[in-house]
């Protein structure tokens, strides 16, 4: 069983930045590539970003591209999104989901573990 955590969400202001965390509990994430997507009220679950299992390889969606990064500390088993420039549009549940033989990318069925999401709310 792949049990993810995320955490790291709350309320900002436009303009602001804020660092999402996925870590597994009680054992290694290393060997995954790692996903993040969002759902906002109303729509689809969409791909954000994703790293390989080594971080050498990272994905962006482009609406969030030159404002989001993905990176992954291996050694602590957490993979990390860091956020700036945030705007209203942002604002949704942001998941973190785990694929074991995947490269990290946005096909959202080769994901098998999936944590709980975290509420990133962006104000205007």
């Known amino acids: 069983q792949v049990q993810l955590v995320e955490s790291g969400g709350g309320l900002v202001q436009a303009g602001d930045s804020l660092r999402l965390s996925c870590a597994r509990s009680g054992r290694t994430l290393s060997s995954y590539a790692v996903g993040w997507f969002r759902q906002a009220p109303g729509k689809e679950r969409e791909f954000v970003a994703g790293?390989?299992?080594?971080?050498?390889?990272?994905y962006y969606a482009d609406s969030v591209k030159g404002r989001f990064t993905t990176s992954r500390n291996n050694a602590n088993n957490t993979v990390y999104l860091q956020m700036n420039s945030l705007k209203p549009e942002d604002t949704a549940v942001y998941y973190c989901?785990?694929?074991?033989?995947?490269?990290?990318?946005?096909?959202?069925?080769?994901?098998?573990?999936w944590g709980q999401g975290t509420q990133v709310t962006v104000s205007s």
């Open positions: 989901a785990a694929d074991p033989y995947g490269p990290g990318d946005s096909q959202k069925g080769r994901y098998n573990y």
């Open positions: 790293i390989s299992w080594s971080g050498a390889n990272t």
